[in-house]
């Protein structure tokens, strides 16, 4: 007999991958249409004519669709990647501390960067140039999974800050079960990505409540018995328009953000 619970979770996993194969059908149609554009831009540029064009329409489908899935997924634009990830410059040998100020409350994270090196050096490098400051953590989910997703400097879901970084310590939390799944604990602090291997940008998600996901989001952290607290009862107040995914109800700005050494 299978409980509601169980349904519900199983329901939220097969809502999850067909949102991974929409993504990436829209992410196939962004990239042909981007090499369209490059070539006539090209041919302009032989006859003497300059243009500038914006590509909006597969992000604005693939925002949106982060928005109704359920799933820590980021959905970064089509001109993600176009700088270097941040040379390598931390102590891989130490832990380091993530310091979240926020409108609802001190969150401080734990980083080992033995284990997650690339992960915490890239935090270290965003957080030293204010790259979170004075952002929002744009989506709560209530059902199906339990997070609190951040790290967006467009607080759309869409943004990210033009690199990514590889997958790391993806089995830190065991073996998957028969459905795919592990459990990731209600403390852990993990990578959000678009679906696929190595698209972590900067967005992350708080597990308040222990949830079940495949194992290919990086756990890089855990939030101290403070920061926990204060993502329960933004999580207690309700997603802003009654739904279960969504903005947060209570507002979650990230006011400060830091790493430092343990």
Do not use: W
Not at 36 to 58: E, H, P, Q
Not at 121 to 149: M, P, W
Not at 224 to 232: C, I, P, R, S, T
Request: proline share 5%; with cysteine; charged share 25%.
């Amino acid at each position: 007999m299978v409980s509601s619970d169980q349904r519900r979770r199983q329901l939220a996993r097969e809502k999850f991958e067909r949102q991974q194969q929409r993504r990436e059908e829209a992410r196939r149609r962004t990239r042909r249409l981007t090499v369209i554009i490059a070539s006539s831009v090209a041919v302009v540029a032989v006859i003497g004519v300059g243009a500038y064009v914006s590509l909006g329409g597969d992000d604005a489908k693939t925002s949106a669709d982060a928005a109704a899935s359920e799933s820590p997924s980021a959905t970064p634009s089509a001109s993600e990647s176009s700088v270097p990830e941040p040379a390598m410059k931390i102590d891989k040998k130490a832990k380091y501390s993530l310091s979240l100020k926020t409108s609802q409350g001190d969150i401080a994270i734990e980083m080992d960067a033995a284990k997650t090196p690339h992960t915490a050096n890239s935090f270290k490098a965003l957080a030293d140039k204010g790259y979170f400051d004075d952002t929002k953590c744009h989506r709560l989910t209530t059902e199906g999974i339990f997070v609190l997703q951040c790290g967006d400097p467009k607080g759309d879901g869409t943004g990210g800050p033009g690199y990514t970084i590889p997958d790391e310590n993806l089995t830190a939390l065991g073996k998957a079960d028969a459905k795919g799944s592990v459990t990731y604990p209600a403390g852990t602090v993990a990578m959000a990505n678009t679906g696929q291997p190595g698209t972590g940008g900067s967005q992350f998600f708080l597990v308040y409540k222990d949830t079940k996901l495949p194992p290919s989001y990086t756990p890089f952290g855990t939030m101290d018995d403070a920061g926990l607290k204060a993502v329960k009862k933004v999580a207690e107040a309700g997603v802003a328009d009654g739904a279960g995914d969504g903005a947060p109800k209570k507002t979650v700005t990230v006011e400060k953000a830091t790493v430092d050494k343990a």
